[in-house]
């Protein structure tokens, strides 16, 4: 790896198979559907090792459903905050699910689907409502889809009755939480919205089921979920979890291009930017673990701040310390990137996007894209 000019973004095929196994084994045991939301990673040059597994997808987008049409050969279970009559009809021809966010907007765009069932018995649309059970254990308001004067989904005071095609139900209320997280919002939404489940298909669970991170319950997940089966046998459960599935399997590899210091804070610039390949940083926020840094910060060590390669006064992210003073060439390891990270990637500054790299369970570093001028050229207009 040390071979490979920094930056580039490192997915580890050993890692990525082993939450696929586990994600997998959940679906079985607790006889569940569980796809991945592109909206956590996106990499469609690792599909295969999804396909493998039999994962499809969710999508929230005509490009995500497209990428799941063409990568993961699957009809995606659509769900987008608004329907244009643009968009519709292409979302109409690539899911196999269809959810709304409001009862206006399934009564406008239902005849289309209806009309397109008619011609394609074999491969007719499901159609669902996105319901709001105005509960949420999630702290960081902008991740919460629960918090008051939320955009997403009917609350039980506006569901006075269930219109006439909605098959199913999807609800969200979760962020990187537990299966006790789980189990208070499947409360809530019981208490509420129970009564119309008996004259429904599936049920759509949303993400934040983050199963594969260590200390996880991943028993009481599968207890949860079958005892839920249980109450309601008539219901297909899916899940539909990003980060669990990409969550520790990549890295961003970067370099120290210099150290400044100002007013007895010393910097160390690296060749990423915060602002640009790792946004969650600055929105959560979060300090990410760098692998050559000390576990905690010791000011009798030599402590940095560690700022981007950007002209974003704010791109820099709390303080860490070394073992040994930085310097330029320096290799800097930023753990667990590959998720919500090369998703929300942007070119600000026009500064360089790290390259993706794949390492292979034979020890193979395979280059899956670098990024060039014409990237960013062609993104303007």
Known sequence: METIPTPYYVVYEEKLRRNLELITAVAQRAGVKIIIAFKANALWRTFPIFREYGVCSTASSVNEMLLANDELHC????YCPAYTPQTIEKFITGSSHITFNSIEQFERYYPQ?????????????SCGLRINPMFSVVETD????CSPGSRFGVTAQQLIQLPRGIEGFHFHALCESTSYDLEQVLASVESQFGEFMPRLNWINMGGGHLMTREGYDVEHLVTLLRAFKLRHPNLEVILEPGSAFCWQTGDLEASVVDVVENSGIKTAIVDVSFACHMPDCLEMPYKPEIAQALPEVDRNKP??????????????????????????????????????TTVKTNMFNGIAH???VMRHNS???????QFTYSDYKNRMS
């Open 75 to 78: 009809k995606a279970h659509t």
């Open 303 to 340: 402590t940095y701040r560690i700022g981007g390669n950007s002209c974003l006064s704010g791109d820099f992210v709390g303080d860490w310390s070394f073992s040994e003073p930085l310097k330029p060439g320096d290799r800097l390891t930023f753990r667990d990137m590959n998720h919500y």
């Open 113 to 125: 689907i209806e009309k397109y069932n008619d011609r394609h018995n074999n491969e007719r649309i």
């Open 363 to 369: 020890g193979e570093m395979e280059m899956l894209r």
């Open 354 to 356: 790290p390259a993706i």
């Open 142 to 145: 902008i991740y919460n889809p």
